[in-house]
């Protein structure tokens, strides 16, 4: 259903998936009088303990699918790794936004390499490989270092191979675990940043501040707000999400993550069509955090203003950081959110602290 109706306050938004994003935008949705539907396949999920109902079925559950498009009024999502049938499926019986399309290219890196460059948005060199004879011959004219990674289901460097010699080819290549890859050219650089928009139905859009993100172990470490960078690269840097978020016909959120080179280009890693972890510290230095704009675009609201009042400093509780949690409500500038997950795991996003900053005061990374 492409239908451009708006749903006032009062009505139920479904969303696929069960995370902490789920979690978040179910609670800024409660916060302006929704509903909230959770379709997961995942049970005990962070999502639905903060929402009205809860779906637990596997994606491909028809039914079940078909059911949940009688009990809501939109559907959006808060990842993107979803099969693209069932959100098709949906689409057929109820608003689904941002639509089938977004996320088919959001879901394939090589997809989306593709829409970037076609819109004249530069990335890393790639090449798709689907053979260990493609990589060769990929390797032979990228080069090392480069990075091999699988083209669709990768996040937080899951499925990643660094490549630094033709040496590691072979390893690289058998341990992808697939036969759909991408390599990529190593970038160099000086530091990663990621442009947050926002469109609304009727096509009206906002941005907030870009930011600054250190990655440890392909994780997201921390997200500094305002990044520290020349106007016109953060202008930039907006106007590539901008661009990108009019050519999907995006309604909802798009973060996009870039490399800034050592030489001053910024070059696109990846996007999700969605609230980002690197959009947190929005929650709490904002007027409009990204999930209250996802709650008011998907609904066909007015976009809110995305005004920072106060500079941020957002960190991932990853794996036993969030034990320590008792130390940061001490802190006076701390903000802890913690998103319920009973299962500690290696690697696994427990919950986020952002500390929060005067203007123009934020510490420098
Ligand atoms: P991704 O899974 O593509 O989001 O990658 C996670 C992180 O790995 C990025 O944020 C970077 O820190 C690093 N990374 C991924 N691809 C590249 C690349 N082509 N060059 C340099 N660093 C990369």
Redesign the pocket.
Known sequence: MSSDHSIPPGGTIGILGGGQLGRMTALAAAQLGYRVHIFTPEQDSPASHVSDGVTIAAYEDEAALDRFARQVDVVTLEFENIPASPVRFLSERVPVRPGPRVLEIAQDRLAEKRFFNELGIKT?PWREVKSAGDLEAAFGEIGAPC?L?TARL????KG?AKITSAADLAGAWAGLGTNLGIL????S?DC?VSALVARGLDGSWAAWDVVQ?V?TN?ILDTTSAPALLSQPVLDQAVAIAHRAAEALDLVGVLAV?M?LTRDGRLLV??MAPRPHNSGHWTIDACLTSQFEQVVRAVCGLPLGTPKRHSDAVMTNLIGDMAEAWESYLHEPNAKLHLYGKAERRQGRKMGHVTRLYPLGRRPHS
Do not use: L, R
């Open positions: 890393a990075v990674k990768g996040y937080d460097g990643q990529e050219g190593f970038i650089f990663e993100n990655h392909h993550e490399f890693n990846e």
